[in-house]
T-cell receptor, first 117, second 113 residues
Framework: GAVVSQHPSWVICKSGTSVKIECRSL??????MFWYRQFPKQSLMLMAT?????????EQGVEKDKFLINHASLTLSTLTVTSAHPEDSSFYIC?????????????FGPGTRLTVL | GENVEQHPSTLSVQEGDSAVIKCTYS??????FPWYKQELGKRPQLIID?????GEKKDQRIAVTLNKTAKHFSLHITETQPEDSAVYFC????????????FGQGTELSVKP
């Protein structure tokens, strides 16, 4: 149980285009989903927290107009990187907290590797 | 806010030896401490966690200890195997952050056969 999927697993795009990443909880409902970014050989950096039906909360220094987050249902959250640039190239990982568990347990998706040319 | 420091950044051990990774945290209200294992290019996987009302937890070759007074917790892996090689992250969760995890910097563990 507690499986989280992400799509796509990797994407290459041209500078200036937008990319959408989906995060789904497959066998549970998630009160909260989190979006992280991870650069090579570094730790996970939290970008934003999203709750179903409400606006996402962004961490300091993360541009909310560049990284659009939509949490449309208890099983789906999307991250759209708008007008992507090479410096946005990174490994993006989502996580989800099950409704049925205590709020702080998080299960991670497999990640999406974004390369912006 | 909460800050988590993790040491060492790299650790190399011989197969069969034990490995210990240590983390310290700053917010005494933190009450949940998970450990994740991340293999290259893959998702972090929860390997063990501990809550603040428990001092030690063990799962086969893996154990975690928590010292709330000193605000540090440690991961212990016994009888290491080459497949234990990965990056390990500790994290802390203060109630004030509504479920967010604050991660340590990671430890790259290498187990040599």
């Amino acid at each position: 149980g507690a499986v989280v999927s992400q799509h796509p697993s990797w994407v290459i795009c041209k500078s200036g285009t937008s990319v959408k990443i989906e995060c789904r909880s497959l066998d549970f409902q998630a009160t909260t989903m989190f979006w992280y970014r991870q650069f090579p050989k570094q730790s996970l950096m939290l970008m934003a927290t999203s709750n179903e039906g409400s606006k996402a909360t962004y961490e300091q220094g993360v541009e909310k107009d560049k990284f659009l987050i939509n949490h449309a249902s208890l099983t789906l959250s999307t991250l759209t990187v708008t007008s992507a640039h090479p410096e946005d190239s990174s490994f993006y990982i989502c996580s989800a907290s099950p409704l049925s568990r205590e709020a702080f347990e998080q299960f991670f998706g497999p990640g999406t590797r974004l390369t912006v040319l | 806010g909460e800050n988590v420091e993790q040491h060492p950044s790299t650790l190399s051990v011989q197969e069969g030896d034990s490995a210990v990774i240590k983390c310290t945290y700053s917010d005494s209200a933190s009450n949940y401490f998970p450990w994740y294992k991340q293999e290259l290019g893959k998702r972090p996987q929860l390997i063990i966690d501990i809550r603040s009302n428990v001092g030690e937890k063990k799962d086969q070759r893996i154990a975690v200890t928590l010292n709330k007074t000193a605000k540090h917790f440690s991961l212990h892996i016994t009888e290491t195997q080459p497949e234990d090689s990965a990056v390990y992250f500790c994290a802390a969760s203060p109630p004030s952050l509504g479920g967010k995890l604050i991660f340590g910097q990671g430890t790259e563990l290498s187990v040599k056969p």
